[in-house]
């Protein structure tokens, strides 16, 4: 249950009528206790507290997970803006034709990645175009090595190179490999069904029922969920982390 493929609003959706959906259960269940009490019967409040707030608490832990890996993969965009602008700099000690090969593989390395992020292009395909630029711009640096191998300046552009594809291993875990388990999922949705359900029974206890108060209750959940859902998706959803920094990289390496 990692929502993968599934639409943001297919999740709202889903939410929203899992939750109404056990709190009927639940009220049908509380009106018979209700109808086969004899006296007045008093619903097990601290039970659903108990179980309400262990669901606010995974909600709140899972939120925070999401949200941190958002962060991170807003920090890493720009540690590869600075990682690749650095490179290019460094480019400029290698001699002919290096550096002229190099600078252009930055910037067409450049353009992919932007391309990638914005959803230009499919992942896999871009994934593989991105191996095989590192291989190209590694054989450079290979090549250079051997030629300059005292070389202070050759030895700086070098790690900077590595930088570069260091940091778009990071990118590639945070941002695709790295999402909420479904483990996890499961047990929030697990959580949500059986806290409604007795928030239900404790609902069809009381004489009177609020049809609204219980849409608001599931939008609410539902609200939350498709939020860490949106948090978990750095490439779709509402939630996006700004390429600003590698924009900005990408319209200075193509000045004349």
Not at 11 to 16: C, E
Not at 33 to 43: S, Y
Not at 146 to 158: K, N, P, V
Request: net charge positive.
């Amino acid at each position: 249950m990692s929502f993968e493929g599934v639409p943001i609003w297919l999740v709202f959706l889903g939410t929203m009528v899992l939750v109404l959906a056990c709190l009927r259960i639940g009220l049908l269940v509380g009106r018979r206790r209700q109808r086969n009490a004899q006296g007045k019967l008093e619903g097990p409040g601290a039970i659903v507290g108990a179980a309400m707030g262990l669901l606010a608490f995974m909600l709140a832990f899972t939120f925070n997970t999401a949200a941190n890996r958002y962060d991170a993969r807003k920090a890493l965009v720009i540690e590869e803006a600075n990682a690749i602008g650095t490179t290019w700099l460094r480019a400029g000690f290698l001699g002919d034709p290096h550096r002229g090969v190099m600078r252009a593989l930055l910037r067409d390395y450049v353009d992919l990645r932007v391309k990638m992020t914005v959803g230009g292009i499919d992942v896999e395909d871009a994934l593989r175009q991105t191996d095989v630029m590192h291989d190209r711009m590694w054989a450079i640096a290979e090549e250079t090595g051997r030629l300059e191998s005292g070389s202070i300046t050759t030895g700086l552009f070098i790690q900077s190179l590595n930088d570069v594809i260091d940091v778009h291993l990071k990118r590639l875990t945070m941002g695709i490999r790295n999402r909420v388990v479904p483990t996890i999922w499961a047990t929030l949705y697990l959580l949500l069904v059986v806290g409604m359900i007795m928030m239900g029974i404790q609902l069809g206890l009381s004489p009177s029922r609020h049809f609204g108060l219980e849409l608001a209750l599931a939008a609410t959940f539902a609200l939350v969920m498709v939020l860490i859902a949106d948090l978990d998706r750095p490439q779709e959803g509402l939630v996006k982390v700004s390429q600003q920094a590698m924009l900005d990289l990408q319209t200075k390496l193509h000045k004349p």
